[in-house]
């Protein structure tokens, strides 16, 4: 896999760590012996400005807006999107505008929601903000905006929601490389890679990139927002997309994508008691910070698919996908539950 080809850009701090989670282990083995080694791919520590997934990707897509002289970052996200903090962090590290349109999908009003965490370091990082109510066309705004800033003289380049195209997901197909090799110096046998999925550039990534390499090793994805049918339709196009890149579209079968999303709740950004005990865990068990939106979900999910045996004697790598910033911006709902 010839990532050079595709110019990317680098400045995240790479190879992230790999590393065992002896305290989680522990706490879900089972009386009669059953449960996982867990291992965690510290994707949390990409070091742009509080780092997180959407770095990889955003490696790949800077390479391709500089290849096209852009000046101007145009994105769109949650209210508390890490990926539009990731991407008004890499638009400051490379002297680019950056415009953001933010969409209160959730429908929370509260001020920490609105106001702290993510929000707070997207101001911080210097980017301009603008607020659509939920339900809105976003590719229909990322155009409008794009197309003001060219009216304005600027050179937008768009980058979708989450960061979610071929070239994005590229990051992931290289991160899958990147693991494979740790797993392999570390003499240990990955058996599963379990991920939060959301707008599908990490899963697909990361299946595209096993399957190019031929390594046989199954992702799963436990859903963030969407139903199943429509989350595995979107991150199989996606890796067909992203091998297609690599030159291999025809190694990626639709037996590969597998979501679960059985643990999305009540909704996007919505959290619950499950969700709540999740944060708690991990933090008690391995002193590891996850957020309330994406790896929060994926861990409640990951403990109640071990708890009913559904991993027993897997090396399963749980990929911490980043997101602690968003925590501060749920303070007002975590307050009294820890
Ligand atoms: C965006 C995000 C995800 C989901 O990744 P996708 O590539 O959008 O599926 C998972 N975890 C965190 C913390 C994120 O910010």
Redesign the pocket.
């Known amino acids: 896999m010839h990532f050079a080809r595709f110019s990317p850009v680098r400045f995240a701090h790479l190879p992230t760590p790999f590393e065992p989670l002896p305290g989680l282990t522990e706490h879900l083995k089972r009386a009669d012996g059953g449960g996982p080694a867990l291992w965690i791919k510290r994707d949390d520590c990409t070091g742009l400005a509080g780092g997180?997934?959407?770095t990889r990707k955003l490696e790949f897509l800077l390479g391709d807006a500089l290849t096209h002289d852009a000046d101007t970052l145009v994105t769109q996200g949650a209210v508390q999107s890490?990926?539009v903090r990731q991407t008004a962090a890499a638009a400051a590290r490379f002297g680019l505008k950056c415009e953001i349109i933010l969409e209160a999908r959730t429908g929370s009003n509260a001020v920490d929601y609105n106001r702290s965490g993510n929000v707070l370091l997207d101001e911080l990082l210097g980017a301009r903000i603008r607020t659509v109510a939920g339900g809105t066309d976003m590719n229909a705004q990322l155009a409008l905006v794009a197309a003001e800033v060219t009216a304005s003289g600027g050179r937008p380049y768009i980058i979708p929601g989450?960061g979610?195209n071929a070239v994005g997901a590229l990051g992931y197909a290289e991160c899958a490389l990147e693991l494979v090799a740790q797993a392999n110096e570390a003499g240990r046998e990955i058996d599963r890679i379990v991920t939060?999925?959301?707008?599908?550039?990490?899963?697909a990534g990361l299946v595209a990139g096993l399957a190019v390499m031929g390594a046989d090793i199954p992702v799963l994805g436990i859903g963030?927002r969407a139903p199943k049918e429509i989350q595995e339709a979107n991150v199989f196009r996606l890796a067909q997309e992203t091998a297609a890149l690599l030159g291999h579209p025809e190694r990626v079968s639709r037996d590969m994508v597998v979501a679960d999303c059985d643990y999305v709740g009540a909704g996007y950004g919505l959290i619950d008691a499950a969700v709540i005990d999740a944060l708690k865990t991990i933090a008690r068990s391995d002193a590891i910070l996850l957020?309330p939106?994406?790896?929060g979900k994926a861990m409640k999910g990951l403990i109640a698919l071990a708890k009913a045996g559904a991993f027993d004697g897997e090396t399963v790598v749980f990929l911490h996908?980043?997101?602690a910033q968003g925590l501060f911006g749920y303070q007002s709902e975590l307050e009294g539950q820890l």
């Open positions: 997180g997934n959407k890490n990926h989450g979610s939060a999925t959301g707008s599908a550039g990490t899963h963030v957020d939106v994406y790896t996908t980043g997101g």
